[in-house]
């Protein structure tokens, strides 16, 4: 079953800490993109990789890092840096049909 | 760069009216325009998507119009029921070697159907 499975569903983070959301795909899509949504909001770009080991800034790069080591998993690490982190986070990929999204992690800051 | 802008941002219908959603995009090269239903809490599906070599595209209930001289395209769907109520969003394009590239959204229409 072809899919893009991102985990955990629910994430809490204490202030000043790192934390690493997953996205893998099994589509064998080459492009892969993180997206931030706030309650209310549209999805606002984070960073995006059309390749393995390349990866670009979005609209709102500042507090995240990413990474693309493998065609099929590209992570995105929320750093201390990101003041405001609280929101639910998609990641997509993107194929002759267009984009198809994860269910969705929702981070909080506790 | 590309910039969407999509009206309104919140709409109510009574159940079996049609309901509008239009947006309006900068970029004269998009040429691809999905548009996405979200149910709370969930991942956006695609319901359906025209690209400019047509004008208009009909699936059952829901058609989607473009108009790529004044650069906007519209959201119709008729026959409204409650299940419809979620979150519209219009995206834009450009296709290369007849693959979608990075979508740029619009700020999204909370659709709520009344019974």
């Known amino acids: 079953d072809g899919g893009i499975t991102q985990s955990p569903k629910y994430l809490f983070r204490k202030e000043g800490q790192n934390v690493t959301l997953s996205c893998e795909q099994n589509?064998?899509?080459?492009?892969m993109y993180w997206y931030r949504q706030d309650p209310g909001q549209g999805l606002r770009l984070i960073y995006y990789?059309?390749?393995?080991?390349?990866?670009q800034k979005g609209d709102i790069a500042e507090g995240y890092s990413v990474s693309r080591e493998k065609k099929e998993s590209f992570p995105l690490t929320v750093t201390s840096a990101q003041k405001n982190p609280t929101a639910f986070y998609l990641c997509?990929?993107?194929?002759?049909?267009?984009?198809?999204f994860g269910s969705g992690t929702r981070l909080t800051v506790v | 760069g590309e910039n969407v802008e999509q009206h309104p941002s919140t709409l109510s219908v009574q159940e079996g009216d049609s309901a509008v959603i239009k947006c309006t995009y900068s970029?004269?090269?998009?040429?691809?325009f999905p548009w996405y239903k979200q149910e709370l809490g969930k991942r956006p599906q695609l319901i359906i998507d025209?690209?400019?070599?047509?004008g208009e595209k009909k699936d059952q209930r829901i058609a989607v119009t473009l108009n790529k001289t004044a650069k906007h395209f519209s959201l119709h769907i008729t026959e409204t029921q409650p299940e419809d109520s979620a979150v519209y969003f219009c995206?834009?394009?450009?296709?290369?070697?007849?693959?979608?590239?990075?979508?740029?959204f619009g700020s999204g229409t909370q659709l709520t159907v009344l019974p």
């Open positions: 997509a990929s993107i194929g002759y049909y267009g984009y198809t």
């Open positions: 589509l064998n899509h080459d492009a």
């Open positions: 990789s059309q390749i393995v080991n390349d990866f």
């Open positions: 970029d004269s090269a998009s040429n691809y």
């Open positions: 025209i690209r400019s070599n047509v």
């Open positions: 995206a834009a394009s450009r296709l290369a070697s007849g693959s979608a590239r990075q979508l740029t």
